[in-house]
């Protein structure tokens, strides 16, 4: 009796979504096409299973695109 576990389903607790730390660093090298054929593969079958990186690169391709169009547009101050 008297059990003191808040989670008895024996579930983890919810968080915030983010990618594995293990592999932020090759998601980071992805993005800027920095990372080798073989970790590219790995990183591959790792999003196969894994949502939360699936989401992470999907966030990053976004604001690399975001990024790379505001520096297309011509500025529209000029600087001097
Ligand atoms: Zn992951």
Redesign the pocket.
């Given at each position: 009796m008297g059990q003191a576990t808040k989670n008895p389903g024996g579930s983890r607790p919810k968080r915030a979504a983010g990618?594995?730390p293990?592999?932020r660093v090759a998601l980071l090298m992805d993005l800027f096409q920095e990372i080798s054929t073989h970790e590219e593969a790995a990183l591959l079958e790792?999003?196969q299973?894994?949502?939360?990186?699936?989401e992470?690169r999907r966030r990053l391709r976004l604001l690399m695109q975001l990024i790379q169009t505001a520096m297309e547009l011509p500025p529209r101050v000029p600087l001097l």
């Open positions: 990618p594995c293990s592999w790792h999003l299973d894994c949502e939360r990186c699936r992470e």
